[in-house]
């Protein structure tokens, strides 16, 4: 009875950020812009949009909880420095594939590193699970699509059985069964939540799709609306490799344009934009005044 209480306000904790952070991620999904700007974007099929948000806040909560017994396990075998070097071990497996794109990231101007390292890390500590469920599939991200997300899914729940395993001698016999019952919910709930995406996209959660490069090239080449191209031109330019000079043709005799009508896109598109081009840009603006 004196537990209760406290499990309750941290059972109730972890319910909140599982719902704040599937409301954040599921709006993304299914914005009506953001799938116009990039055909990857919104797999929730939308006869299933409610099934798919409760999967996600169940997934997310089992999650958290398989996390919290590695810590509470780890705690109780005064092993906190493993909880550190699990936390590392999740953060340098995440490292592997922005290594292999270059140690670059698309939505981050080139050279900024240490700002992507500190992301990356934030990411293990904080809402990884929803990341994964509703964009690591997506083209755009370089994290090897579902080969990642098998990982999170799988993951956690061996460490957390391994660690009860090694150093559970002190922890609650009832624990063991706990674990059990919620390692089975987060499986339930993982593909209760594929079955909510289409069909077509299905496939996106389970293997490796194509490199950030090819998604923004095709999304690029899809359309000759400008807001559509704008969306794809602005990443680093290590995701345009092999097809910049299109995209620099398409920025010149744009921008004029763009600049006169105060294009939305445009703010953030010079930011990817090289200075030469700018100027180039500018120029032809004022042999046109």
Not at 4 to 10: A, D, E, I, Q, W
Not at 208 to 215: F, T
Request: glycine letters at 6%; a negative charge; one cysteine or more.
């Amino acid at each position: 009875a004196d537990d209760f209480l406290p499990n309750f306000s941290v059972g109730l904790s972890i319910m909140t950020i599982a719902f704040t952070m599937t409301s954040i991620f599921y709006d993304e999904d299914i914005s009506p812009k953001k799938r116009f700007l990039d055909t990857d974007t919104g797999v929730i099929r939308d006869d299933k949009r409610t099934l798919a948000f409760i999967s996600a806040v169940i997934r997310c909560t089992s999650q958290v909880i398989v996390r919290m017994t590695i810590f509470y396990v780890l705690r109780s075998a005064n092993k906190m420095s493993y909880f550190g070097a699990l936390l590392g071990f999740e953060w340098a497996c995440l490292m592997i594939p922005v290594l292999y794109n270059g140690w670059e990231y698309p939505e981050l101007p080139k050279g900024n590193r240490i700002l992507l390292v500190v992301i990356s890390f934030v990411m293990i500590l904080t809402c990884h699970t929803h990341f994964f469920m509703f964009l690591d599939y997506h083209g755009c991200y370089p994290w090897f699509g579902g080969v990642t997300l098998v990982w999170e899914l799988i993951s956690s729940m061996v460490f957390a059985w391994a660690v009860l395993f090694f150093w559970g001698s002190e922890a609650p016999e009832s624990l063991a069964l706990i674990l059990g019952v919620v390692c089975a919910v987060n499986i339930f709930s993982h593909f209760s939540f594929i079955y909510c995406v289409e069909e077509k996209k299905r496939a996106w959660y389970f293997k490796y799709r194509k490199s950030p490069n090819e998604h923004f090239r095709e999304q690029f080449k899809r359309s000759d609306v400008d807001d559509i191209k704008a969306a794809a031109a602005s990443v680093n330019p290590k995701f345009t490799e092999g097809w910049r000079d299109d995209v620099k043709e398409w920025f010149v005799s744009g921008y004029p344009e763009w600049k006169a009508e105060k294009k939305e896109f445009l703010g953030k598109l010079l930011l990817f934009m090289d200075k030469e081009w700018v100027v180039a840009a500018e120029a032809g603006l004022r042999l046109e005044a």
